[in-house]
């Protein structure tokens, strides 16, 4: 089992920048996927990026690609989201999840059983 708690959320003006951060603890955090999803009030909880376990492969939705870079570093136990140029429609709170599958089997949430308890990033226009 790995724990996860999130760190690095606040308020930002939109064009701004945040930095998210995700420090695991437990079981080797190495040897997981990881992904960030988010979710906004009232809306379901989606898909942001993943990365596999060794850091050489990453996933974006379309939404987020260009602007967001997910990367970890196994050493520190540490994965992050580098957010850029954020939207108002980037407001959510944000979770980091880790999951033992591969891709393909990394864009949704079921696939991922264990969260952090989330950060919330909010972008005011």
């Known amino acids: 089992q790995v724990q996860l708690g999130e760190s690095g959320g606040g308020l930002v003006q939109a064009g701004g920048s945040l930095r998210l951060s995700c420090a695991a603890s437990?079981?080797?955090?190495?040897?997981?996927?990881m992904g960030w999803f988010r979710q906004a009030p009232g809306k379901e909880r989606e898909f942001v990026a993943a990365i596999t376990w060794i850091g050489s492969t990453t996933y974006y939705a379309g939404s987020v690609k260009g602007r967001f870079t997910i990367s970890r570093d196994n050493a520190k136990n540490t994965l992050y989201l580098q957010m850029n140029s954020l939207k108002p429609e980037d407001t959510a709170v944000y979770y980091c999840a880790a999951s033992s599958h591969a891709p393909p089997r990394v864009f949704t949430p079921h696939e991922y059983p264990y969260w952090g308890q989330g950060t919330q990033v909010t972008v005011s226009s």
């Open positions: 437990g079981r080797t955090f190495s040897s997981y996927a």
